[in-house]
């Protein structure tokens, strides 16, 4: 009996002329949220290297919305991985270092299935997302942690440099490359552009209500789109910070220091009514994170970068100092330079 | 001579304790008690716990803690497997993580207190609990100098000061908080109380009426209707109110302080059986304030029936102490007064109450003066627990310090209420016989006496005369019979049970001193 995608038989094949597909694998750093596609390991013909590829799985697609009409999946399977891949080359044609971009994409045609396209990305390899590398004890590999911090806090600057909010931003989507020497935001997949409209741009929250700020999970709805895209990746990049040191990201340690009856899953009233109790719980949360980092240095300059990064009223997100200026509030500059200047402290063991 | 009343009508004014003992009290739920869930939660929990399976690395597990935790889904095996791995692993673990991985093992552990009140009130020095608040306000204006826009750390500042009786200080921090948040139910009710004790109800009218929520907040419409009553205004709600309950969609313990001033607003306008139908509503589900209140409308009419103990709520004291005191059981009294106290320490009502009875019934004087003087911590300025610890003062033979306080009393006794300046005097007469100055100490009670049969102070009228009784007798005096003969003929129709109380041991000492002579 045909399958119903050719997406799992890929292995064999050779794409776009220089790409030979080595296996399929489960999955792959930056590959989460694998609902949606299969993973190969491919290499290129001419030099060797080695890289993944994503290729689109309609089958989860199936699984995914059961009951839902086909060809509404069929077309938003299509508009997705139309986005992705236009998000994707517009990345790599501005060059941004800092954010993992495809090498190739194109698509594979297997005749003898009944739907024989294949869209696929190839992307470079990562070795791991980050959260294979962590560990939480007290100043353990601060200098490494600040680096990669400052590289994603440089890859986010630099997609919003390009109007695209991430949206997604979360650990296993900070990909680790050379020797974890370098860390990189994958998965655009959820996020928001302002010159490529995006299939789940509805004004809802496409990215993860696991990682997602306390707003977002009490349902409050920010009129303003610009707030509602980047005040949303300021509080991620904070929430990442804390998981970095700590191992929990911002939004479970609010979880943690709420009053389970103010928590997003018994709060049935307006974000608005809550709002002061998160902000208590807030307080305490930052507290909690910053006498978790015994270096005085980086347990104010962490905690203070953390405490406006994920200011739980989304209005006042972002640097004190930026929001005085004209231009985004949102805008990272500042967090970049302090980064930089605390990672290398840190590396030459000056902090 | 000690008195007990400081109000003459208890009004449903919110009680004002710490955030944490507010939501323990269930006080700040939201009205609707059902669970929400994010969409998808169970796919979103079962990628990272494939992701934990494939790779059950530190991290990994953390992640999926945190998803657990944010999406209140426990139940996995996986779940139990990652907080052994971070148990496992705790040299490289965060006290965080392993402080969510317990709380997530044991579900509902409730969240460890960051800053708390001495949980002992009358057992630590008068000098430690005061250095322990100020250790307390030091650390809320910390919190204050680097999260200045947190309402609720203001509205803790503002009970911290309100506790030290510093009113302007506690003032200014809570209308900080009514200015980061005016909508708030815990700050508008805080401040409600705050304003009420400082005789300020007009004030405290304005924030409540300014409330977006407040019709829809039964909690708030509560406060509206007490604080509406205590300015002599007609309540504006009342149609809303009774809209709210008959919705059937609030919790009856939503309902119960709503209910509770309803039922109080009817009884005070004579109409008992509306009232007793909103009373009954507030005690389906009822909570201390509201437990507390009908327990004073069945004092003053004792057609209204209740046995609080058959209630299980948090902080009953007041209530389980007004019961007792109806039914003479002094030592029981004294004890529910110090907790009570404990619980709402800016409040003068359990200081009078407990040196009323400690004094008057147990003779317990140095429990009446220790009272008072942390009574008098938070309400420096209250006359009434002046004259409590000056009477416990001359009664342990304590009579400079006696002295003392009635000379700083007196340049302001002009301008207190009547009642008041009938309690002085008998005050003033017990500190004269006190110091062996009888007949000026007569004269003294014996015009609080008159003063208070002119104006009808029933209450007092028998006070003055029972503790001249008492004096008399004590004093072993020439007058004993014709100050008997008058207690006898005043006090024996007395409704009130401490006056019979007090007329026992005065009738008693009477009959000792007969035959002793």
Request: net charge neutral; with cysteine; glycine share 4%.
């Amino acid at each position: 009996m045909e399958r119903l995608n050719a997406a799992h038989s890929l292995s064999g094949l050779v794409l776009n002329e220089k790409w030979k597909v080595l296996k399929e694998i489960e999955s792959y750093p930056g590959a989460t949220g694998g609902f949606f596609s299969v993973c190969y390991e491919v290499q290129n013909l001419e030099t060797g290297l080695i890289a993944f590829l994503k290729a689109l799985n309609f089958e989860a697609f199936f699984q995914m919305f059961p009951g839902k009409n086909i060809v509404e999946i069929l077309y938003e399977q299509t508009q997705a991985y139309k986005y992705e891949r236009d998000i994707l080359l517009l990345c790599k044609t501005k060059r941004l270092s800092k954010v993992a971009t495809i090498l190739d994409e194109g698509e594979a045609y297997l005749s003898s299935f009944t739907i024989p396209n294949v869209p696929f990305l190839i992307f470079e390899l990562a070795e791991m997302d980050v959260r294979n590398k962590l560990s939480f004890a007290k100043d353990l590999d601060n200098a490494w942690k600040l680096q990669s911090l400052h590289d994603i806090a440089a890859g986010l600057r630099q997609l919003h440099s390009v109007k695209i909010s991430h949206q997604d931003l979360k650990p296993s989507n900070v990909l680790l490359y050379h020797d974890s020497t370098i860390s990189k935001i994958g998965d655009l997949g959820r996020s928001l552009c302002e010159s490529i409209h995006a299939p789940h741009d509805n004004g809802s929250f496409p990215g993860d209500f696991r990682y997602a700020p306390p707003e977002l999970l009490y349902r409050y709805y920010i009129e303003d789109a610009n707030i509602r895209k980047y005040a949303t990746d300021c509080y991620l990049f904070g929430s990442l910070i804390v998981f970095y040191f700590i191992g929990l990201n911002m939004t479970s340690l609010l979880a943690k220091n709420i009053n389970k009856d103010f928590k997003w899953t018994k709060w049935h009233g307006a974000y608005k009514e809550v709002q002061s109790y998160v902000l208590e719980a807030f307080e305490l949360a930052i507290n909690e994170f910053k006498s978790q980092i015994e270096n005085e240095t980086l347990q104010e300059e962490l905690g203070r970068m953390v405490e406006y990064l994920c200011f739980p009223i989304p209005e006042k997100r972002g640097h004190p100092r930026t929001i005085l200026l004209r231009g985004s509030s949102f805008n990272l500059e500042r967090f970049i330079t302090r980064l930089d200047y605390l990672s290398k402290k840190a590396k030459y063991k000056l902090i | 001579m000690a008195i007990i009343k400081s109000i003459d009508k208890r009004r449903v004014i919110p009680n004002w304790r710490d955030f944490k003992s507010t939501i323990n009290n269930g006080e700040l739920q939201c009205q609707q008690n059902k669970l929400y869930k994010i969409p998808n939660s169970d796919k979103l929990l079962q990628e990272k716990i494939d992701d934990f399976i494939k790779t059950p690395a530190l991290g990994i597990a953390a992640d999926l803690l945190s998803t657990a935790y944010i999406l209140d889904i426990y139940e996995n095996l996986v779940i139990e497997k990652a907080i052994d791995l971070i148990q496992e692993n705790q040299n490289i673990s965060s006290t965080s993580l392993i402080d969510l991985s317990k709380k997530v093992h044991s579900k509902d552990e409730p969240i460890k207190d960051q800053i708390h009140e001495s949980d002992s009130l009358l057992t630590t020095s008068k000098h430690d609990y005061i250095e322990n608040i100020r250790k307390q306000i030091a650390l809320y204006k910390n919190r204050l100098r680097l999260l200045p826009i947190n309402p609720v750390g203001w509205v803790e500042l503002s009970r911290l000061y309100s506790l030290l009786g510093q009113p302007k200080q506690s003032e200014n921090a809570i209308k900080i908080a009514l200015a980061l948040d005016p909508n708030n139910r815990f700050i508008i009710r805080s401040a409600a109380r705050l304003l009420i004790h400082n005789d300020k109800a007009d004030e405290a009218y304005y924030y409540i009426r300014r409330a977006e929520i407040l019709k829809y907040d039964p909690w708030l419409l509560s406060t509206e209707i007490a604080t509406s009553c205590i300015l002599e205004r007609r309540p504006k709600f009342i149609k809303e109110s009774i809209g709210l309950i008959e919705s059937k969609n609030l919790s009856d313990f939503s309902l119960t302080e709503l209910t509770s001033a309803l039922g109080t607003l009817e009884f005070y306008d004579g109409s008992n059986k509306k009232a007793k139908a909103f009373f009954k509503k507030s005690m389906i589900s009822p909570n201390d304030n509201s437990l507390a209140q009908l327990e004073w409308i069945s004092n003053e009419d004792k057609s209204f029936q209740i046995n609080p103990n058959q209630y299980n709520i948090r902080n009953p004291q007041e209530a389980f102490a007004l019961n007792c005191f109806e039914n003479s059981k002094w030592k029981q009294v004294l004890q529910y007064s110090e907790s009570w106290l404990k619980d709402i320490p800016y409040s003068t009502r359990p200081v009078l109450l407990g040196s009323f009875v400690a004094e008057t019934f147990l003779n317990d004087y140095d429990k009446a003066i220790e009272l008072c003087k942390r009574g008098l911590i938070a309400n420096p300025n209250d006359v009434i627990t002046k004259n409590n610890l000056i009477c416990s003062y001359a009664q342990v033979g304590c009579l400079d310090e006696a002295i003392q306080l009635l000379e700083k009393l007196k340049p302001g006794i002009a301008l207190l209420p009547d009642e008041q300046k009938i309690v002085l005097q008998a005050t003033s007469g017990l500190v004269l016989f006190r110091m062996g100055e009888i007949e000026n100490g007569r004269e003294l009670y014996l015009t609080a006496y008159q003063n208070a049969k002119k104006a009808n102070y029933n209450y007092l009228k028998n006070m003055a005369i029972l503790h001249l009784a008492k004096e008399e007798i004590n004093a072993k005096t020439d007058n004993i019979e014709n100050i008997f003969n008058l207690v006898q003929k005043e006090t024996t129709e007395s409704p009130d049970n401490d006056v019979q109380e007090l007329f026992k041991i005065v009738e008693d000492s009477y009959k000792k001193n007969r035959k002793s002579d």
